[in-house]
């Protein structure tokens, strides 16, 4: 990625500035294991059916080494020259059938002397042949495609699966290098919207001595939304971060790991003697998880839990979400036989190739 680009707009903000300013860390977790019949049935990709199996699919640095959250949050992903190569052959193979499909379309009868109708069903076959390679290339072929920048909670330290080109002050027990948080500035960087009226800010963290390491150590971490347009913004996206690596206090309350609080002992301790519900966020729904992380940001709701936090933890956290939400039902979700599924999946596959 590309540092000077990320850092130019960049602006230092003082650790004053975010002293006492604590969004609490929340990020939705979708729990609900049942896939919808696209992501289950599989059509016409044999691939799929027959020479990929779960294992393959979770099998990443992320998904295996850094799956327990008490341990370890990633915070930023890079793209690396591996990954505009995998961008390519996702994008090749598209770009073909949709020359076939328009040589098809806009060609008065014949398609290089054969039938327009034969024309159509070579198009359709390239879909399937699309279809099964790009599945086989993203799980069979594809290596190590994106940089990992993540925060390790018991070292306190910010960590890159990138090499740097001087020997890093620490290496995790992945090898990886690892970075002490307080040697990193807090910059707020300014873009105009998309829609070209006022800025959106966002949260850059740069290593003192970044020149030394490669320009490595930087974290480029993006607003939270449109409206995410002030310093003070950015300044509690990072205490989230800061409150996260507090070691005196328990996981933060938040549904993303909510799997992984009885991993660590002072959570599960912290979780027993005030008689928190055991998977407490997964009978939420999704939708109902980011409506009560908008509320969260909302200043009678901040000012409200400031008070009710100060006088539990001495800092701002979301205090016994347990007794101020309840889990609503979910809709349910219209179901498709196999048989049916498969017919769509198939459909599909042979229109766009996916």
Excluded at 290 to 310: P, R, V
Aim: charged share 25%.
């Amino acid at each position: 990625m590309n540092y000077v680009y990320y850092t130019k707009f960049s602006k230092r903000i003082s650790p004053d500035l975010y002293r006492n300013k604590v969004l609490p860390y929340f990020k939705s977790q979708n729990f609900n294991e049942e896939k919808s019949f696209w992501f289950e049935c599989f059509g016409l990709n044999l691939v799929k059916r027959y020479l990929v199996d779960e294992s393959d699919k979770s099998d990443s640095f992320e998904e295996s080494e850094l799956a327990d959250k008490s341990k370890y949050l990633v915070i930023e992903r890079r793209m690396n020259a591996r990954k505009r190569l995998d961008i390519f052959f996702y994008i090749l193979p598209f770009v073909i059938s949709f020359f076939i499909l328009c040589t098809v379309v806009f060609n008065s009868e014949e398609l290089f002397g054969m039938p327009i109708w034969l024309g159509l069903i070579i198009f359709m076959l390239w879909n399937i042949v699309v279809c099964n390679f790009i599945y086989f290339y993203r799980y069979k072929l594809s290596l190590k495609n994106e940089d990992l920048v993540y925060l390790d909670r018991a070292n306190n330290t910010i960590n890159f699966t990138e090499a740097t080109q001087s020997e890093p002050p620490l290496k995790d027990e992945f090898g990886n290098a690892a970075f002490p948080v307080n040697e990193f500035s807090v910059n707020a960087r300014f873009l105009t919207k998309t829609q070209g009226t006022g800025k959106i800010a966002s949260l850059v963290l740069i290593h003192e001595n970044i020149e030394q390491y490669n320009r490595v150590p930087w974290v480029h971490i993006h607003a939270l939304s449109e409206y995410h347009g002030t310093v003070e913004h950015v300044t509690k996206q990072w205490a989230r971060y800061q409150r996260y690596l507090d070691l005196s206090l328990p996981l933060p309350d938040s549904p993303d790991m909510e799997l992984h609080r009885n991993n660590e002992p002072l959570t599960k301790e912290f979780d027993v003697q005030n008689k928190r519900p055991e998977r407490f966020w997964c009978d939420f729904s999704y939708e109902q998880q980011t409506d009560i992380e908008t509320e969260i940001g909302n200043d009678a709701f901040y000012n409200e839990q400031y008070q009710l936090s100060k006088k539990l933890f001495d800092t701002y956290d979301l205090v016994s979400p347990w007794i101020q939400f309840k889990a609503s039902k979910s809709k349910e979700k219209v179901s498709f036989s196999p048989l049916v599924g498969n017919m769509l999946v198939s459909t599909r596959q042979l229109l766009i190739g996916i």
